[in-house]
């Protein structure tokens, strides 16, 4: 698939796509008139490496933990650093469910004492 299909189907821009593989996140053929041609699993990549990236990782270290999805297969190192992420992504997780709850009980004090109308109240 060209890269304009890869762009629409996967929901990221054609730049976006370009700065993947000038990092080594994705991968092309090129045609004999020198275009992008992707495999249809590259649309699930670019999905991955957008989760990885809403996830806080860098676009290195992404590169470094791309082989174990495709492969399967980690080195020790490897391992250690998917774990480390997933450590991290797990304590984001509970961080924002801390603060989500927070605003839950804000919201229910609002509902409780009757939403105001007009200017926003000044602090």
């Known amino acids: 698939m060209r890269i304009g299909e890869l762009a629409r189907r996967s929901g990221v821009s054609v730049r976006a796509l370009r700065y993947y593989e000038e990092q080594k996140l994705l991968e092309s053929a090129r045609t004999s008139g020198n275009q992008r041609d992707y495999l249809e699993g ?62 839950d009980r804000v919201i229910e004090q609002v509902v409780a004492a009757g939403v105001v109308t007009g200017d926003s109240p000044t602090p």
Request: proline content about 2%; aromatic content about 2%; hydrophobic content about 40%.
């Open 42 to 103: 590259a649309v699930s990549r670019v999905q991955l490496i957008q989760q990885l990236y809403a996830a806080g990782l860098s676009s290195g270290t992404i590169v470094d933990l791309l082989p174990c999805v495709t492969t399967g297969l980690a080195t020790q190192e490897m391992l250690d650093q998917l774990v480390t992420e997933r450590d991290r992504i797990a304590t984001r997780i509970d961080e924002l469910g801390q603060a989500k709850q927070k605003l």
